[in-house]
């Protein structure tokens, strides 16, 4: 395998992760009440979290594969919670105040990682970011 390939893989793993974790953590906290007030911080963490997750894994790893991946992990683990379980458990419930923020979770964490995934696609090809000697990612040059 190439070095090149080999990168693009490894960057994918990674960019899955991320995106497993952060879409996780924005499932559970869908309910969160602070003084008995639902506060859809979810809502917001889909929305910037796919947007940044898409882009970074385009411009890290060069592949529009990759940039891809985020969007689809995060879409899969927001419908398994809609899923209710053997046990009878549902993260993801539909009636009330809750359940216009689990529906606003879903359309606009849909439409980021969307409009995300549409830039990479469209874009120009991009280059994979060269890594120095030391190992850190330089940033990218000022115009």
Do not use: C, K, Y
């Not at 894994?57 to 398994?80: D, K, M, T």
């Not at 979770?105 to 990682?113: E, I, M, R």
Request: glycine share 12%; proline share 6%; charged share 10%.
């Amino acid at each position: 395998m190439s070095r090149r390939r080999v990168g693009a893989v490894a960057w994918g793993l990674v960019a899955v992760l991320v995106a497993g974790w952060l879409a996780l953590v924005e499932v559970f906290w869908l309910p969160l009440r602070i003084g008995g007030v639902l506060v859809p911080l979810s809502v917001l963490a889909a929305v910037v979290g796919n947007l940044l997750l898409v882009a970074a894994a385009h411009r890290l790893s060069g592949s529009r594969v990759v940039a891809v991946l985020p969007a689809l992990v995060w879409l899969a683990v927001a419908v398994a919670a809609m899923i209710r379980r053997p046990e009878g458990d549902l993260v993801m419930t539909g009636g009330g105040a809750a359940g216009t923020i689990n529906l606003g979770f879903l359309l606009l964490g849909v439409t980021a990682a969307a409009f995300g995934v549409g830039r990479a696609l469209a874009g120009p090809r991009r280059q994979p970011l060269p890594a120095s000697a030391d190992g850190a990612v330089p940033s990218a040059p000022a115009r």
